[in-house]
């Protein structure tokens, strides 16, 4: 059966796809990720698991150990943005509840526990001799 | 009794009772995205401060200088890590009721403690230059 002509894509004159799509590829999906929502809260992850290696590595320079402990943290907190249990841009309002909440905590504990660690290391460690 | 869910996401999702529901997943994100951007700023408050203690040289004169000026940026980073989770929950809850989005007070606290900062450091630079 021919789809209806109100299904027709007016510039390609292809059918639309349910959802929008004229490929039905998924490419050029507007409902899949509309804003690229879910794209830039995954970049904003790997930014701030950036950040903790940057001040990683100032606290390598004057304590090694707990350089090290904050440079491990830096694929914990990547891997906490890319796993699963977010909002899906898709569901819009009514969608279920994200599971956040445990994964900011812990984020914040994390940069608390950083600047005591700093704290501790400018207080106790030499810095530059004059 | 019907208090409000402490939890900013789980709990009460479209509770009825409650009369909150979950937001639009992209006001979710972008209230995630403006935490994780404060947790940043936390992050490099703590390397500044952590840089200038640990990586300057000393003032001449004003052996304190470094710390005076490191240390407060330090616990700035805390202060505003800690503060970034409690206003992203309060955001959440709002969002979640649909009622008005709190006032932040994290822009006020960075811009008085950064100007604080800069003062001291320009008074060090002074005394440092004088003796």
Redesign the interface.
């Known amino acids: 059966m021919p789809p209806p002509p109100g299904d027709l894509d007016p510039q390609s004159g292809r059918r639309r796809e349910p959802n929008g799509d004229p490929d039905g590829d998924g490419r050029n999906d507007p409902a899949g990720d509309p804003y690229l929502a879910a794209a830039r809260t995954r970049l904003a992850w790997t930014r701030t698991a950036l950040a903790f290696a940057a001040v990683g590595g100032v606290i390598l320079k004057t304590s090694v150990p707990a350089g090290l402990a904050v440079l491990a943290t830096c694929p914990l907190v990547w891997a906490a943005g890319r796993l699963g249990g977010g909002p899906d841009p898709r569901a819009g309002a009514g969608a279920g509840p994200a599971p956040f909440v445990r994964r900011f905590r812990l984020i914040t504990l994390t940069i608390v526990v950083v600047a005591v660690v700093a704290l501790v290391v400018s207080v106790f460690a030499r810095g530059r001799p004059a | 009794m019907t208090g409000p869910d402490p ?5 009460a ?2 509770s009825a009772e409650s009369g909150e ?6 006001f ?3 209230n ?2 403006t ?3 404060w ?2 700023t ?3 408050l ?2 500044a ?3 200038i ?6 003032f ?1 004169g004003v052996r304190w200088g ?2 005076a000026i ?2 407060p940026l ?2 700035l ?2 202060v505003t ?2 503060q ?2 409690r206003e ?2 309060r955001t959440q809850r709002a969002l979640r009721r649909g009622s008005p989005l709190p006032h932040s007070i994290l822009p006020l606290l960075l811009a008085a403690t950064i100007a604080i900062v800069a003062a001291v450091s320009a008074a060090i630079a002074l005394i440092s230059a004088t003796r």
Do not use: K, M
Not at chain 2, 7 to 11: A, F, H, L, N
Not at chain 2, 53 to 58: A, F, G, I
């Open positions: 939890s900013p996401d789980g709990g999702a479209g529901t979950e937001p639009d997943a992209r979710t994100l972008a995630q995205r935490f994780l951007a947790s940043r936390a992050l490099a703590v390397a401060g952590l840089g203690v640990q990586l300057l040289p000393p001449p470094r710390h490191g240390v330090i616990v980073g805390a890590a800690a970034a989770y992203w929950t």
